[in-house]
T-cell receptor
Framework: SQELEQSPQSLIVQEGKNLTINCTSS?????LYWYKQKYGEGLIFLMMLQKGGEEKSHEKITAKLDEKKQQSSLHITASQPSHAGIYLCGALNTGTASKLTFGTGTRLQVTL | DAGVTQSPTHLIKTRGQQVTLRCSPISGHKSVSWYQQVLGQGPQFIFQYYEKEERGRGNFPDRFSARQFPNYSSELNVNALLLGDSALYLC?????????????FGSGTRLTVV
């Protein structure tokens, strides 16, 4: 079965600083999804990556999928308090069902 | 448009009891998936239903069951509750089932088993 490892597990950054979260897969990634979750709430879709080398950006968040398609990174530029939350990467496993296998998450705190 | 609606938002049950969680998908979405998220971990896949048929089941015991109704809403049932079943249960709906693109998650049901 596929496993996703996220690093770091938690992160505290000062407002305005940049940060990177990594997601490493035990198998080739055919669809990598990034979500944000506020504590105890549902998941908010951020970005989907499918092609090796693909890079997508939305506002101050950029996600990349490496060429070998086994690692993805999420980079936040000039962090703001609104970026605080739990970031989860999810790998799509297709077959008879489309299910997401998630990493354990990275908890981000942004201090003033 | 209304998003994915889950009910109840919170509930407390005693060990051994049974619980039913409900999910109403976004209008037009025919696929519903259920995930369990234990505190401090990522969500784990429980079931996926598409067009009222079970399309996938995760590694959960038979105490967990689900169904999808003609209006595409879904129920998740858990029998003989254990303390370890305490978690946030998330429902996600989508238009098709061979991609997670377009997955929309509800806010979840927080189940506490005492």
């Amino acid at each position: 079965s596929q496993e996703l490892e996220q690093s770091p597990q938690s992160l505290i950054v000062q407002e305005g600083k940049n940060l990177t979260i990594n997601c490493t897969s035990s198998k080739t990634l055919y669809g990598l999804y990034w979500y944000k979750q506020k504590y105890g709430e549902g998941l908010i879709f951020l970005m989907m990556l499918q092609k090796g080398g693909e890079e997508k950006s939305h506002e101050k968040i950029t996600a990349k999928l490496d060429e070998k398609k086994q690692q993805s990174s999420l980079h936040i530029t000039a962090s703001q308090p609104s970026h605080a939350g739990i970031y989860l990467c999810g790998a799509l496993n297709t077959g008879t069902a489309s299910k997401l296998t998630f990493g354990t998450g990275t908890r981000l705190q942004v201090t003033l | 448009d209304a998003g994915v609606t889950q009910s109840p938002t919170h509930l407390i049950k005693t060990r051994g009891q049974q619980v039913t969680l409900r999910c109403s998908p976004i209008s037009g979405h025919k696929s519903v998936s259920w995930y369990q998220q234990v505190l401090g971990q990522g969500p784990q896949f429980i079931f996926q239903y598409y067009e009222k048929e079970e399309r996938g089941r995760g590694n959960f015991p038979d105490r967990f069951s689900a169904r999808q109704f003609p209006n595409y809403s879904s129920e998740l049932n858990v029998n003989a509750l254990l303390l370890g079943d305490s978690a946030l249960y998330l429902c996600a709906s989508s238009t098709i089932f061979r991609t997670a693109y377009g997955y929309t998650f509800g806010s979840g049901t927080r189940l506490t088993v005492v």
